[in-house]
């Protein structure tokens, strides 16, 4: 069974820094292209980044800079770790493969963008 569980989020002024992380289970993250995506409400579940196998990463053009995408095979972790962050990167996040699948998604986690 695959789990999914995403932490690190919470409450950030705007400009601040948050690095969340995804510790997953029943998978391999070293045999899987990984990603972040979000979804804020009301709005449609957008990709964020993603990491292949290899360590190459890609990221949405409006991430560029600010987001970036990690992963450590030994601890079968992903993360993500944001700068600059805006009020609009209000969401909820979540790590999934890429392609996502339906079955894995987890709880996620909660970034508010707030002063």
């Known amino acids: 069974q695959v789990q999914l569980v995403e932490s690190g989020g919470g409450l950030v002024q705007p400009g601040g820094s948050l690095t969340l992380s995804c510790a997953a289970s029943?998978?391999?993250?070293?045999?899987?292209?990984m990603a972040w995506y979000r979804q804020a409400p009301g709005k449609q579940r957008e990709l964020l980044a993603r990491?292949?196998?290899?360590?190459?990463?890609h990221y949405d053009d409006s991430m560029r800079g600010r987001f970036t995408i990690s992963k450590d095979n030994a601890k079968n972790m992903v993360y993500l770790q944001m700068s600059s962050l805006k009020p609009e990167d209000t969401a909820r996040y979540y790590c999934?493969?890429?392609?996502?699948?339906?079955?894995?998604w987890g709880p996620g986690t909660q970034v508010t963008v707030s002063s």
């Open positions: 029943g998978i391999m993250v070293s045999i899987y292209y």
């Open positions: 999934n493969t890429y392609p996502f699948r339906n079955d894995y």
């Open positions: 990491i292949n196998m290899g360590g190459i990463t």
